[in-house]
């Protein structure tokens, strides 16, 4: 018997649950080849296909398909749906860098959800709305402005979103939804920390723990313990700072995770040093070592080639700290890194004329950092040795000249690290939020495996049958079909596009912001991170370069001068 477009759909959902997108979007491209009638179906289709796709980092596709839901939803009439269709759709678009059509879709997804007096839907919204102020303030920061000198947009982006996250939090504490206000607590923090307000970011970062430990989920708590490690710091607690790391690097060892294992290691390598604990700051960045060579990480291993040179240099151990500075030079030629290999060039000069060698090729090293950008990203070569658009100083700091200019590591990454399902015990077509499930796999049955094989290979737009409309998957009422109905169904979809009613602002908002309409844009999706599985967002690069600059000019001999 052939499986119907529902029950293929039911295992595309079961196999995304447990992680296995690829074979969830097989199962739902099935489902659409197979066709179904049944407008609830096809939307959770279109739902659940976009949410796949949105995991597999196709944002394109997710693009695609969020839209056919929101298009869907909006024709029959389907508020609720309207209200998660646009919220997928919004964080879709900031996954892509279009800030104020997500903005679009977030007011879509909060009016409605107020409209039908939704708290979670609300509530939803509200975090959907930090998270694209936050990922827009953080776009602005990473585009080139100066270290300490970031717009006003960007801290306005900052702001806004820490209003909407506790406007969120206040929700979710009302709904009693501890889950909630941990993922909420978490984010706050970090906005806290971007900002500079390091006081509330700890206070929030300890509120993400308690609810961590609460629902002993390890990976929340091993978050939170690196976020209040990063903020003391910042505080100029380093004694703290490493306990909190230790925590965090005992949590990834019991979770089996060798990249945060050695993201820990390098963070307690660097506190450390920063400690002045050199002989200690050695063998942590040496586990990061081995770690970042044992997954392949090239530009983890280069900058802990980086890390143990400057450690052995500050213990007087010039001849290896030559060793790893060559080393990290190697690694940066190899990966391209431009700033790490001026980085690399000055330290092996530094090293060689501090170990008084003659080195006949001095002057052209010397010669080829002249040729090397001066002002990547438009900061001064000075400024480019404690590594390009890192760096914020803070005039708040507490401490003497070493924390004066104190300057921050921000974040890239970590929201949606943090982000979990929401459970408010209804059966819901889709979530904002991933879903996960412990359940293991089962194999697939027979009927599905030959729908699979022949659905392999096609474009979805090549499976659309019955109407010839622009949502694939639908199929044209079957002969049993009362005529009336038939009629209701197919005049709703095919008139939806010269729809009039009021919503229709919705779309003209959208259209003001993006120049057409959504499924005639296709942005490319953003860039891939240059930084390696074991380096952490915060590596404090300024505040190490800076106490080894000073012992470096204290041990640098004067070469003798021609005459």
Not at 92 to 98: D, F, Y
Request: net charge negative.
């Amino acid at each position: 018997m052939e499986a119907s477009c529902l029950d293929l759909a039911l295992e595309g959902e079961r196999l995304c649950k447990v992680g296995d997108y690829s074979a969830g979007v097989s199962f739902f491209e099935a489902a659409m080849q197979v066709g179904t009638e049944d407008l609830q179906v096809l939307s959770a289709v279109y739902s659940q296909l976009g949410n796949a796709y949105f995991h597999l980092h196709d944002y394109s596709k997710a693009l695609e398909f969020h839209h056919h839901d929101l298009t869907l939803t909006r024709t029959t009439g389907d508020q609720l749906g309207e209200a998660k269709a646009s919220g997928n759709l919004g964080n879709t678009l900031k996954v892509l860098g279009r800030f104020d059509e997500a903005v679009v879709c977030c007011q879509r997804h909060l009016d409605i959800a107020r409209e039908l007096g939704d708290k979670v839907g609300q509530a939803r919204a509200l975090y959907n709305f930090g998270n694209v102020y936050h990922a827009k303030g953080k776009s602005i920061c990473w585009s080139g402005a100066e270290p300490g000198d970031f717009p006003e947009e960007v801290m306005t982006a900052l702001r806004k979103a820490a209003e909407y996250y506790e406007a969120n939090l206040c929700i979710v504490k009302e709904l009693r939804d501890r889950a909630a206000q941990g993922r909420t607590y978490g984010n706050l923090g970090n906005t806290y920390y971007l900002l500079g307000n390091f006081r509330d970011a700890m206070a929030s970062h300890e509120q993400r723990l308690l609810i961590a430990k609460e629902f002993g989920d390890r990976s929340a708590e091993r978050r939170a313990y690196c976020n209040l490690g990063n903020t003391c710091i910042f505080l100029g607690e380093f004694e703290r700072a490493a306990e909190h790391y230790m925590k965090a690097l005992q949590l990834a060892r019991q979770l089996k995770d060798l990249a945060v294992e050695a993201q820990a290691c390098y963070s307690l390598g660097n506190t450390y040093t920063l400690l002045q604990d050199y002989e200690r700051a050695i063998d942590y960045h040496h586990k990061h070592l081995i770690i970042a060579q044992d997954l392949d990480d090239r530009i983890g291993e280069g900058r802990a080639c980086w890390s143990l040179g400057n450690a052995h240099t500050a213990l007087g151990n010039h001849d290896q700290a030559m060793h790893f500075a060559e080393k990290h030079l190697e690694i940066a030629k190899e990966t391209g890194d431009r700033s790490g290999e001026l980085t690399a060039r000055m330290n092996v000069s530094d090293l060689q004329m501090v170990l008084g060698l003659s080195y006949s090729t001095n002057n052209s090293v010397l010669s080829e950092i002249k040729e090397i950008d001066y002002n990547l990203h438009g900061t001064a070569v000075k400024q480019t040795l404690a590594h390009k658009h890192s760096l914020q100083p803070y005039t708040d700091m507490l401490g003497d000249e070493g924390f004066f200019d104190l300057l921050s590591r921000f974040q890239s990454n970590r929201m949606d690290d943090q982000r979990c399902a929401i459970q408010d015990g209804r059966t819901e077509r889709v979530s904002v939020y991933p879903a996960f499930s412990e359940s293991a796999a089962s194999p697939g049955q027979e009927p599905f495996l030959r729908l699979l094989a022949s659905a392999q290979g096609r474009r979805l737009d090549e499976q659309r049958a019955g109407t010839g409309n622009s949502l694939p998957g639908l199929r044209t009422l079957s002969e049993h079909s009362s005529i009336s109905s038939r009629q209701m169904i197919l005049s709703q979809v095919m008139a939806s596009t010269d729809a009039t009613e009021p919503d229709d602002q919705f779309f003209d908002m959208l259209v003001k912001c993006q120049g057409s309409r959504l499924d005639d844009q296709r942005c490319a999706p953003p860039p891939p991170s240059t930084r390696g599985p074991t380096v952490p967002d915060e590596d404090f690069f300024s505040l190490i370069m800076r106490s080894q600059a000073k012992r470096m000019d204290e041990q640098r001999v004067t070469l003798p001068s021609c005459r």
